[in-house]
């Protein structure tokens, strides 16, 4: 158990502050001082299947019906990798005559988008039962290749050697047209579908829960703020705790960081800001103080290894120096000029960086554009859990070809 002391700090300009936590929040959350792997570890708990790269939740569906239409002819390497960009080149110009643009997967790139909608969802697919194949795209086109035209079902449904079957078998038939024209709203048999998809491959999971609740998401900026924590099954409300008081206590180091590099680029205005920013964040700290004072770290420590993530010692330590230090810390002053966290953070660029560091290394700070992973930790809330919560729990309506 760990025990921080808070004392008052002087008010700063409240309103400059929040606007520029509002400037760094939105896309800002690069993994600068090595922390993704217990950010990782409580995005999958919290919200498995989900990946910052996916859009809205309709492409659970349309992956699968694209790769459905493959045809033996097409089992080729050459042709299955032509006609599933073929497909999905097809379903983004459906999209665009459907009215849709927020979301579309290739939207301003056309068909020369790199990162195709079966690679940003390949994984989420498997991990919530929908695939059923334990391969990547080219072990599928492989496994079609090896099955041949024996390679179906009495349904017509693609099953492998072993006879099982490579999507799961309760998955809709997808609208007629819908390659014509067609738009991310679902249908209620869809978002039944796909909510029983979630509650069955995780259904002690946060997002299991929240999709039970059915409360469509506001515009909040954290799952705990949508729902708080002691308002969850003793499990859940744990892991949120956690994963809230892990995200704001870092959050400072982020942004210390990003101070540093201000100060040595000798921009005014950025040191300003970002002093600001840590005043901010000192104040909703100390406005937590009882709650932080009394979170049991060895817990935190416990739950990621039952989690199976691989904490290499030294980002073990320096959470654990960081964390200490400034729980002891009086005032927002002494983590500003505090000597030996500034050495802490240095070193930890420098080990994760090496060459590539920008403290010290005035080549790398000229290519600084004045913030680096200064947004906090919201594990894929923002992106795309809210919006696919939304797309969920929101009355199906207006759908084409439905």
Known sequence: MSTFAWLDFSDRDRKRALDAVDLFHEDDTRDELGLGVIRDA?????????STIQTRVRYFLFVPWLFRMLKPAERDPERFARRTRQL?????????????????IGYRAGGNVQRLPSSVYWQGLRRLGVLRFNGSETDYARELRLGGEALRND???????????????????PPDGWLDVTNFSLSRQECGYLADRVSFAAPKSLLAYLLHLAIPPSDTNFAWEHV????????????????????????????????????????????????????????????????????????LWS??????ARVPPPTHN?????????????????IL??????????????????ARARLGNPRALDLWNGRSGAGQLDYRWGRPVRQMLGDLIRKPAGQLNA
């Open 337 to 354: 000029s505090d000597r030996g966290l500034h050495d802490l953070i240095c070193e930890r660029e420098r080990f994760l960086k090496r």
């Open 88 to 104: 999905q080149d097809q379903l983004r110009r459906s999209l665009m005559k459907g009215g849709e643009s927020l979301g579309v």
């Open 318 to 334: 320096f959470i654990e120096t960081w964390l200490s230090a400034i729980g002891k810390a009086r005032r927002i002053e002494a």
């Open 42 to 50: 409580f995005a999958d708990r919290l919200f498995p299947g989900t």
């Open 228 to 299: 708080p924590a002691a308002e969850l099954p003793p499990p859940l409300g744990e892991e949120l705790d956690h994963a809230r008081n892990f995200s704001e206590t870092v959050h400072g180091a982020s942004l210390l960081y990003n101070l540093m590099l201000a100060r040595e680029k000798e921009s005014d205005d950025l040191v300003e800001r970002y002093e600001e920013l840590l005043a901010e964040w000192w104040k909703e700290l100390k406005q937590r103080s009882d709650d932080l004072g009394r979170w049991n770290r060895s817990r």
């Open 155 to 173: 349904d017509g449904e693609p099953v492998t050697k072993a006879g099982r079957s490579l999507w799961d078998s309760q998955l809709s038939e």
């Open 303 to 308: 739950l990621l290894a039952a989690w199976q």
